[in-house]
Every structure is written in structure tokens, then in C-alpha cells.
């Protein structure tokens, strides 16, 4: 007797391991996105503290806040101005002034 077995078909063993060869590839890739993200945001949160860190004030302006839905309130704070060596400006309401006015 003559065994019915195309040559062309794929074995079950041979489709397991294809899939996971396909798991395996994407657990890999997955884990690699969230380790590069993690990492990226601790860089952009070290950049930005240095940025900070190494700002100068210049002066202290007004901001003028107006709410678009009544004409008559509008806010003022007081605020200081930093400049960071590296031209970023940077607004922090003044210790002295405290909430609008």
C-alpha cells in the first residue's frame, strides 16, 4: 500500500514552529518599543530639568489673562522671565505678587 501524502503540504510540525517563530519576533519588537519609549521619556524629563537648572532671570512683566466669554474679566499676574543659555524663555508667577489681581 501506497501512503496518501502530497510533498507539497506543510507538516503541523513544521506550521507550529512558523508560528512561533512569528510570536517570538513580535514579543522581541514589543519589548523593544516600550524599553525605547521608557527611555525617552527619562531623557526628555533630564532635558528639561537641565534646561531649567541653567536659566537666568531677565525681568518681571505682567501677563494679562482675559476670558473670552465675558469683556470685562480680565487678570493680571505678575511673572518672571527666564532665558536659558540655549534661548528658551520660560514664565513663573512671581513669590511676591501671588494669584491675579
Known amino acids: ?4 501524502r502530497s510533498q507539497k503540504a506543510e507538516t503541523l510540525v513544521e506550521t507550529l514552529m512558523a508560528i512561533l517563530v512569528v510570536v517570538l519576533v513580535m514579543l522581541f ?10 527611555v525617552n521619556a527619562k531623557v526628555r524629563k533630564t532635558d528639561v ?6 536659566a ?11 476670558d473670552n466669554n465675558s469683556a470685562t474679566k480680565v487678570i493680571h499676574v505678575q511673572v518672571d522671565e527666564y532665558t536659558s543659555k540655549n534661548g528658551y ?13
Open 1 to 4: 500500500m501506497k501512503k496518501l
Open 49 to 54: 530639568a537641565l534646561t531649567y537648572k541653567n
Open 29 to 38: 519588537l514589543s519589548t523593544a518599543v516600550s524599553t525605547a519609549s521608557k
Open 56 to 66: 537666568v532671570k531677565d525681568s518681571e512683566k505682567t501677563l494679562t489673562i482675559k
Open 89 to 101: 524663555t520660560y514664565y513663573r508667577e512671581s513669590k511676591e505678587q501671588g494669584a491675579g489681581t
